[in-house]
């Protein structure tokens, strides 16, 4: 809910049209897609990907409105990095726990991630090039956003739009305070003594560095620069919220649909039985990690439960000495399995479904492709390191 009042505010103050500008103006439009790789890969380090699409999807919807084109491309790119990182690099809980269940250290799994998912995310970027030209999708209204709106916008001089660094800043402060806590949960609470700062320090992160309330801090920072942007009226303020939770709202109710969905097949007792079946299927440990973990994230919907199970089920495989490579290898293709195939019981389906405004068949031709490709060229980079550099 507070993503969706920051995305809306980010559109309404123009915040999201100055990021768009100061991007092409950096990059060039032709890389401007790039771009969205990049930036939602490194949003999607520390922040959950269903966040990473409510702040960016307003500067696809400022980009297309921009270019009068290519708005498929510009969605596609900021899921591209975004999804990837989600999987690959913690400290996001899926390869975190998959890396302390593997005994890898963080450190080789982030550097493992970054290089796994980098390049999947540049093969997602290659597929939504492709996507692009052969099925374009328009820019269509939206309760939160209509084009003429936009249009409108993008039609506003420099000189009346909010300057860059406070338009960064509702963006950057809930990545800055949720990825601090994290990194300093990883590097100094594990420490025998800390200095009175450091204690300090890590109290602090780790109160503002709840989900949540960096979330509700963010959404504040974003609705005061619209209140600035507006002169002061705070009718505009109010507008923006219930627009905003008006159409999140509906999202909010259609992911947990999605969500019990999953959640019931998890319960049927999957997990077991595709435990029992691993064991009969003679193949390399990297492609049957990836295998089992696409097997169960196909079936129950998430991501990240895909790869708590199958980590699981594959514990007894990280001795590198029966591996002969590093586990990390191992924990990297566990996460690359987690992207094939999603679809109606998933709730990262529906949020790219109902923030980009595509239809069920146009979000499988894009989004669940696309994810089910990135995956399979990570295995592939994957198996590729453990044969060049199995680091044992």
């Not at 916008?153 to 800055?176: C, F, G, H, I, Q």
Request: hydrophobic share 55%.
């Amino acid at each position: 809910a507070m993503a969706a009042v920051i995305g809306k505010c980010l559109l309404d103050s123009g915040a999201a049209d100055r990021l768009v500008r100061s991007t092409v103006k950096a990059l060039g439009e032709k890389r401007a897609p790039l771009g969205f790789v990049g930036s939602s890969f490194m949003l999607g380090i520390p922040v959950f990907f269903d966040t990473v699409l409510y702040l960016m999807i307003p500067l696809a919807k400022a980009m297309a409105t921009r270019t009068g084109r290519h708005y498929a491309l510009f969605v596609m790119s900021i899921i591209a990095g975004g999804t990837m990182a989600h999987s690959l690099v913690p400290p996001t809980p899926g390869p975190l726990l998959v890396a302390s269940k593997l005994n890898v250290e963080i450190g080789h799994m982030m550097l493992c991630g970054l290089v796994v998912g980098l390049s999947a995310a540049l093969a997602g970027y290659a597929y939504a090039r492709w996507a692009n030209l052969r099925w374009p999708i328009p820019l269509r209204d939206s309760p939160d956003a209509p084009v003429n709106a936009l249009q409108e916008m993008a039609r506003k001089p420099d000189a009346e739009l909010p300057p860059l660094w406070l338009s960064w800043l509702p963006v950057l402060l809930p990545v800055v305070l949720i990825g601090g806590d994290s990194i300093l949960r990883a590097v100094l609470r594990d420490s025998a003594e800390q200095a009175a700062w450091q204690q300090w320090l890590v109290g602090a992160f780790g109160f503002f560095g709840d989900k949540n309330l960096a979330l509700i801090l963010a959404a504040g920072v974003a609705l005061l620069l619209l209140v600035r942007q507006q002169g002061g009226n705070l009718k505009a303020a109010s507008g923006a919220v219930q627009s905003a939770l008006a159409s999140g709202g509906v999202i909010i109710l259609i992911t947990s649909a999605g969500g019990a969905f999953g959640g019931v097949l998890q319960q049927t007792g999957i997990g077991p039985r595709i435990e029992e079946l691993a064991g009969l299927v003679k193949l390399g440990a990297l492609p049957l990690a990836f295998l089992v973990t696409a097997v169960v994230r196909t079936a129950q919907g998430s991501a990240t439960v895909a790869m708590i199970t199958a980590v699981g089920i594959l514990e007894g495989f990280g001795d590198p000495a029966q591996l002969g490579f590093h586990p990390v290898y191992l924990a990297a293709a566990i996460g690359c399995g987690s992207k094939p195939f999603p679809w109606m019981n998933d709730s990262g389906f529906w949020i790219v479904s109902r923030m980009s405004g595509f239809t069920e068949g146009e979000t499988i031709r894009t989004f669940s492709f696309m994810l089910t490709l990135m995956g399979v060229v990570g295995l592939l980079v994957t198996m590729l390191l453990a044969k060049l550099l199995p680091l044992v």
